[in-house]
Protein backbone atom coordinates (compact mmCIF):
# COMPACT_ATOMS: atom_id res chain seq x y z
CA UNK A 1 0.00 0.00 0.00
CA UNK A 2 1.32 3.54 -0.98
CA UNK A 3 1.88 5.32 1.86
CA UNK A 4 3.93 7.93 3.98
CA UNK A 5 4.72 6.32 7.93
CA UNK A 6 5.47 8.84 10.77
CA UNK A 7 6.97 8.19 14.19
CA UNK A 8 5.91 8.18 16.71
CA UNK A 9 2.70 9.63 16.76
CA UNK A 10 2.55 11.23 19.82
CA UNK A 11 5.36 12.21 21.83
CA UNK A 12 5.64 14.44 25.16
CA UNK A 13 9.10 15.71 25.71
CA UNK A 14 10.79 18.27 28.19
CA UNK A 15 12.66 21.61 26.98
CA UNK A 16 15.98 20.87 25.45
CA UNK A 17 16.04 17.26 24.77
CA UNK A 18 16.73 16.62 21.10
CA UNK A 19 14.53 14.36 18.99
CA UNK A 20 13.89 13.22 15.94
CA UNK A 21 10.51 12.52 14.11
CA UNK A 22 10.89 10.19 11.54
CA UNK A 23 9.36 10.26 8.36
CA UNK A 24 9.26 7.65 5.33
CA UNK A 25 7.44 7.05 2.18
CA UNK A 26 6.73 3.91 -0.18
CA UNK A 27 6.33 5.49 -3.37
CA UNK A 28 9.60 6.39 -4.74
CA UNK A 29 8.80 10.27 -4.62
CA UNK A 30 11.52 13.02 -4.89
CA UNK A 31 9.86 15.75 -3.14
CA UNK A 32 9.17 15.68 0.48
CA UNK A 33 7.88 18.26 3.14
CA UNK A 34 7.40 18.91 7.25
CA UNK A 35 4.76 20.99 8.01
CA UNK A 36 3.42 22.42 11.51
CA UNK A 37 -0.41 22.67 12.40
CA UNK A 38 -1.72 24.61 15.20
CA UNK A 39 -5.24 25.78 16.39
CA UNK A 40 -7.38 27.13 14.49
CA UNK A 41 -4.76 27.54 11.49
CA UNK A 42 -3.50 26.10 8.07
CA UNK A 43 -0.48 23.93 7.92
CA UNK A 44 3.16 26.20 7.66
CA UNK A 45 5.60 24.62 5.77
CA UNK A 46 9.26 24.02 8.03
CA UNK A 47 11.17 22.44 5.45
CA UNK A 48 11.12 20.32 1.81
CA UNK A 49 13.44 18.42 -0.52
CA UNK A 50 13.25 18.62 -3.74
CA UNK A 51 15.59 15.20 -4.16
CA UNK A 52 17.84 13.20 -1.99
CA UNK A 53 20.70 15.76 -0.52
CA UNK A 54 18.46 18.88 -1.04
CA UNK A 55 16.88 20.48 1.10
CA UNK A 56 14.87 24.33 1.40
CA UNK A 57 13.81 26.64 4.26
CA UNK A 58 10.29 26.98 4.20
CA UNK A 59 8.30 29.51 6.16
CA UNK A 60 8.81 28.36 9.76
CA UNK A 61 12.56 26.81 9.92
CA UNK A 62 13.78 28.10 13.26
CA UNK A 63 14.53 25.66 15.82
CA UNK A 64 14.15 22.88 13.15
CA UNK A 65 16.92 20.38 10.85
CA UNK A 66 16.15 17.79 8.54
CA UNK A 67 18.42 15.80 6.30
CA UNK A 68 17.51 13.86 3.13
CA UNK A 69 20.19 11.07 2.72
CA UNK A 70 18.12 8.39 0.69
CA UNK A 71 15.19 9.19 -1.14
CA UNK A 72 13.11 8.06 1.23
CA UNK A 73 13.47 9.25 4.42
CA UNK A 74 13.22 12.76 5.60
CA UNK A 75 13.55 12.75 9.27
CA UNK A 76 12.57 15.99 11.05
CA UNK A 77 15.28 16.96 14.47
CA UNK A 78 14.36 19.27 16.83
CA UNK A 79 18.12 19.73 18.30
CA UNK A 80 16.68 21.58 21.85
CA UNK A 81 12.72 21.62 21.91
CA UNK A 82 10.92 24.34 23.73
CA UNK A 83 7.58 24.70 24.42
CA UNK A 84 6.21 27.06 21.69
CA UNK A 85 7.26 23.69 19.11
CA UNK A 86 4.61 22.33 20.55
CA UNK A 87 1.96 21.28 17.53
CA UNK A 88 0.95 18.84 15.02
CA UNK A 89 3.73 17.80 12.35
CA UNK A 90 2.99 16.30 9.14
CA UNK A 91 4.94 14.88 6.58
CA UNK A 92 3.98 14.53 3.00
CA UNK A 93 5.68 13.21 -0.24
CA UNK A 94 4.85 13.92 -4.14
CA UNK A 95 6.12 12.72 -7.46
CA UNK A 96 5.94 16.08 -9.37
CA UNK A 97 7.44 18.30 -6.02
CA UNK A 98 4.61 20.81 -4.74
CA UNK A 99 2.87 21.10 -7.79
CA UNK A 100 1.62 17.37 -7.89
CA UNK A 101 -0.64 15.50 -5.52
CA UNK A 102 0.86 15.50 -2.30
CA UNK A 103 0.78 12.77 -0.05
CA UNK A 104 0.56 13.28 3.49
CA UNK A 105 1.52 11.16 6.65
CA UNK A 106 -0.68 10.77 9.50
CA UNK A 107 0.72 13.02 11.58
CA UNK A 108 3.12 13.90 14.55
CA UNK A 109 1.05 15.22 18.10
CA UNK A 110 4.02 16.86 20.10
CA UNK A 111 3.89 18.15 23.10
CA UNK A 112 7.07 19.99 24.73
CA UNK A 113 6.77 20.86 28.79
CA UNK B 1 0.44 34.56 3.86
CA UNK B 2 -2.43 32.92 2.32
CA UNK B 3 -3.31 34.02 -0.98
CA UNK B 4 -6.79 32.62 -0.87
CA UNK B 5 -9.89 34.08 0.69
CA UNK B 6 -12.60 31.55 1.55
CA UNK B 7 -15.39 31.44 4.40
CA UNK B 8 -14.96 29.68 7.76
CA UNK B 9 -17.83 27.65 7.77
CA UNK B 10 -20.27 26.33 5.75
CA UNK B 11 -23.50 23.81 6.49
CA UNK B 12 -24.83 21.69 3.73
CA UNK B 13 -27.27 19.00 3.98
CA UNK B 14 -26.41 15.22 3.29
CA UNK B 15 -27.55 14.44 -0.42
CA UNK B 16 -27.16 17.61 -1.94
CA UNK B 17 -24.28 19.30 -3.31
CA UNK B 18 -21.80 21.28 -1.44
CA UNK B 19 -20.51 24.31 -2.98
CA UNK B 20 -17.55 25.87 -1.53
CA UNK B 21 -15.98 29.07 -2.66
CA UNK B 22 -12.60 30.64 -2.94
CA UNK B 23 -11.21 34.44 -4.41
CA UNK B 24 -7.62 34.34 -5.30
CA UNK B 25 -7.87 37.79 -6.88
CA UNK B 26 -4.29 37.81 -6.83
CA UNK B 27 -3.49 34.78 -8.66
CA UNK B 28 -1.28 35.08 -11.62
CA UNK B 29 -1.31 33.30 -15.04
CA UNK B 30 0.72 30.48 -14.86
CA UNK B 31 -0.59 29.27 -11.12
CA UNK B 32 -2.84 26.32 -10.40
CA UNK B 33 -5.37 26.62 -7.80
CA UNK B 34 -5.69 23.31 -5.66
CA UNK B 35 -8.04 22.25 -3.09
CA UNK B 36 -7.01 19.73 -0.35
CA UNK B 37 -9.28 18.54 2.95
CA UNK B 38 -8.33 17.38 6.35
CA UNK B 39 -11.03 15.27 8.42
CA UNK B 40 -10.65 16.64 12.11
CA UNK B 41 -6.85 16.02 12.85
CA UNK B 42 -5.64 13.38 9.78
CA UNK B 43 -3.11 14.45 7.78
CA UNK B 44 -4.59 16.44 4.64
CA UNK B 45 -6.07 14.83 1.27
CA UNK B 46 -5.82 16.02 -1.94
CA UNK B 47 -8.76 16.53 -4.27
CA UNK B 48 -8.15 18.08 -6.85
CA UNK B 49 -6.36 21.39 -8.99
CA UNK B 50 -7.07 22.90 -11.97
CA UNK B 51 -5.20 26.00 -14.49
CA UNK B 52 -8.37 27.86 -15.94
CA UNK B 53 -10.45 24.55 -17.64
CA UNK B 54 -13.08 23.30 -15.05
CA UNK B 55 -11.86 20.27 -13.85
CA UNK B 56 -13.97 16.72 -12.95
CA UNK B 57 -12.64 13.66 -11.03
CA UNK B 58 -14.40 11.02 -8.85
CA UNK B 59 -14.33 13.36 -5.68
CA UNK B 60 -15.15 16.47 -6.81
CA UNK B 61 -15.73 19.32 -9.35
CA UNK B 62 -13.49 22.23 -9.77
CA UNK B 63 -15.22 25.45 -12.03
CA UNK B 64 -12.41 28.24 -12.08
CA UNK B 65 -14.05 31.52 -13.44
CA UNK B 66 -13.26 32.98 -16.64
CA UNK B 67 -10.54 35.79 -14.96
CA UNK B 68 -9.38 33.19 -12.56
CA UNK B 69 -9.90 35.14 -9.66
CA UNK B 70 -12.28 33.05 -8.20
CA UNK B 71 -12.86 28.79 -7.74
CA UNK B 72 -15.77 26.89 -6.54
CA UNK B 73 -15.19 23.49 -5.24
CA UNK B 74 -18.47 21.21 -6.19
CA UNK B 75 -18.60 17.84 -3.91
CA UNK B 76 -21.91 16.98 -6.17
CA UNK B 77 -23.78 14.61 -3.35
CA UNK B 78 -22.11 15.61 -0.16
CA UNK B 79 -21.91 12.58 2.66
CA UNK B 80 -21.21 12.86 6.66
CA UNK B 81 -17.66 11.81 5.40
CA UNK B 82 -17.43 15.07 3.92
CA UNK B 83 -17.38 16.67 6.80
CA UNK B 84 -14.02 18.27 7.08
CA UNK B 85 -11.83 21.27 6.91
CA UNK B 86 -11.20 22.20 2.95
CA UNK B 87 -8.29 24.28 2.13
CA UNK B 88 -8.00 26.31 -1.38
CA UNK B 89 -4.06 26.76 -2.03
CA UNK B 90 -2.73 28.67 -4.44
CA UNK B 91 1.21 28.56 -4.07
CA UNK B 92 3.83 31.28 -3.92
CA UNK B 93 5.36 32.87 -6.85
CA UNK B 94 9.14 32.27 -5.87
CA UNK B 95 9.44 28.58 -5.30
CA UNK B 96 6.02 27.24 -5.67
CA UNK B 97 5.62 26.09 -2.41
CA UNK B 98 2.10 25.99 -0.81
CA UNK B 99 0.32 28.73 1.16
CA UNK B 100 -2.19 27.03 2.92
CA UNK B 101 -4.88 29.40 4.62
CA UNK B 102 -7.54 28.29 7.69
CA UNK B 103 -9.92 26.71 5.21
CA UNK B 104 -13.28 26.45 5.18
CA UNK B 105 -15.14 24.16 7.71
CA UNK B 106 -17.72 22.41 5.89
CA UNK B 107 -20.62 20.26 8.00
CA UNK B 108 -22.55 17.93 6.90
CA UNK B 109 -25.92 17.64 8.18
CA UNK B 110 -28.45 15.13 8.21
Known amino acids: EAQVTQNPRYLITVTGKKLTVTCSQNMNHEYMSWYRQDPGLGLRQIYYSMNVEVTDKGDVPEGYKVSRKEKRNFPLILESPSPNQTSLYFC????????????FGPGTRLTVT | DAKTTQPTSMDCAEGRAANLPCNHS???????VYWYRQIHSQGPQYIIHGLKNNETNEMASLIITEDRKSSTLILPHATLRDTAVYYCIVPMDSNYQLIWGAGTKLIIKP
Open chain 2, 26 to 32: TISGNEY
Open chain 1, 92 to 103: ASSVQGPRGEQY
